[in-house]
């Protein structure tokens, strides 16, 4: 008997998840920026799929394999009762989920606005995006209370089972879909022997802190402060937040906690504990090559598993939910072989712009980098992501500006890979930096900084 297929009890016990209010599916009817289930799909009632990691992009991927009939299980190696979420808690489009934004499912703070500031010799500047379905949330509990309802509706939900290297290959043989959804590197990867094939991460630390946030609520606010990275805080309501900072693996510090306390103290936010903070591993997109997102034998890659966030700010939980509804209803019409094509057309306009803007940290340039972040001041925060048009359009009426940028060596050798599609999936040069605290040795390395993965 397959280890799946064991009895394992679901989710705590907890009273019906609440649908959303309006009574759309944001899978079959579209939200944000995915335009929802086409029509005239095939009958998959007779399928089975497997999803591997019970995060956001594999609750996602077994909430709409699950709308086009698939039966359904989704493996999580830990209890939703007792997860820890190792990433900031912001989600730019809630309206992606299909859970009513509650404070009971895990939505304290329906954040107006995310406030950018750059903070350099010349001083800070500021720039505020308005947030229509932006909210900070307590993601623990938005993901118990998400698999709660998918264990509802037939989902067989698995807490607590790991999957190792050859369970994984085994069920390449037992169901006809296995969507990998377990972070970066995957499991997938992992099975393969193949962990240096990811590229373009970031290493972030976090943590919920008790304070007084009274000044920022509800909006949230990013921090670029010189450095390969960013700080940010993310209110949930007046007196608590997610704090955190990330950096680039060409610059990580050589203490960890030391420049996570340090940024706090500088942005009179309280530091917390070391036991109390956690850290992970997030891609930049696309730090896998897309062809490596779909094989042939009936497996597919979604979320950070895919290699995909924001390559400026790691920002990956709407494009993780967006992957893995783009990959079920390519599944429900026999389309899958188009999934990486599809997915990296989705989201290379974004790719490029956040990889060029990339380029004035690259390059020191924090005044560059302030006054782009004036020209585009005041587009939705998912809009200036998931179609950056209108920033562009707006870069482009300020000439000046655009002939500083191009004066700058990394925005010029930015622009030309980035019209030539060379992505930093095609260049896994191996650095000393990287190699320290890369994505393959993060098990390793967690223990000697106290926290668990």
Known sequence: MSRLSSPVAGPSSEPDAIPGSDGSDPFLDGAGFFPGLPPGYDDCTTR??????????????????????????????????????????AITDASLLPLEKTLENGFPCATSAFEVRVRGDGGTTSASFPSAQGYVADRNIVERRWAHRLAGEGVAVREETAISNTDFEGLLDEYDLVVDATGQPSLASRAAGATEEYAGAMTAINADVEGDFSELYPRALILFEGYLGYAWCFPKSETRANVGIGWAKQDLPDDFMAAFAAACERNGWPAPSRKAANVAIIPRGPSLDPQRTYDARGLVRVGDAAGIANRFTGKGISQAIHSSYLMAALAAHDRLPEYPRRLHGTMRPEYALSYLVRGTLEDGRLDLLGKIIEAVDGIDVERVDRSPREALSRLARRPALCVRLLACPAIRRRTIRALRDDWEYARREPDSTSERLSAASLGEVLPVLGWRQ
Do not use: D, F, I, P
């Open 48 to 89: 089975s799929a497997v999803v591997v990691g019970g995060a956001m992009a594999g609750l996602a991927a077994a909430h709409a394999l699950r709308r086009v009939g698939y039966s359904v299980t989704l493996a999580e190696r830990q209890s939703y009762a007792e997860k820890r979420v190792n990433c900031g808690e």
